[in-house]
Nanobody, 124 residues
Framework: QKQFVESGGGLVQPGGSLRLSCTASGFALLYYSVGWFRQAPGKEREGVSFVSSSDGFIYYTDSVKGRFTISRDINKNTVYLQMDSLKPEDTGLYYC?????????????????WGQGTQVTVSS
């Protein structure tokens, strides 16, 4: 069974850090591009970060540049999102997604497997 399992969310104070993880089983993450998305209450889902399987190209949405870092550990079949200097506006449900053929990094339809979502709450 092919799965993409998330972990690492939680409650953190502004300025704090969290690391989200997504571990793939049943497929090799090496051959998949991975996107991180988030959805805040009452808002549409937005793309946060992306790493390409073909050339390792990495992309961040403007609001997280310099604060978030995406990385992959191919040996562990896991992708990470390190989130530093967190702000209240980073609060939301975070999803990872893996796609074998991703032409539009923010198009949900381009992704084959999704994590179950993990809640990140930034509040004092």
């Amino acid at each position: 069974q092919k799965q993409f399992v998330e972990s690492g969310g939680g409650l953190v104070q502004p300025g704090g850090s969290l690391r989200l993880s997504c571990t793939a089983s049943g497929f090799a993450l090496l051959y998949y591009s991975v996107g991180w998305f988030r959805q805040a209450p009452g808002k549409e889902r937005e793309g946060v970060s992306f790493v390409s399987s073909s050339d390792g190209f990495i992309y961040y949405t403007d609001s997280v540049k310099g604060r978030f870092t995406i990385s992959r550990d191919i040996n562990k079949n896991t992708v990470y999102l390190q989130m530093d200097s967190l702000k209240p506006e980073d609060t939301g449900l975070y999803y990872c997604a893996a796609g074998e053929y991703v032409s539009n990094r923010w198009d949900s339809n381009d992704y084959d497997y999704w994590g179950q979502g993990t809640q990140v709450t930034v509040s004092s």
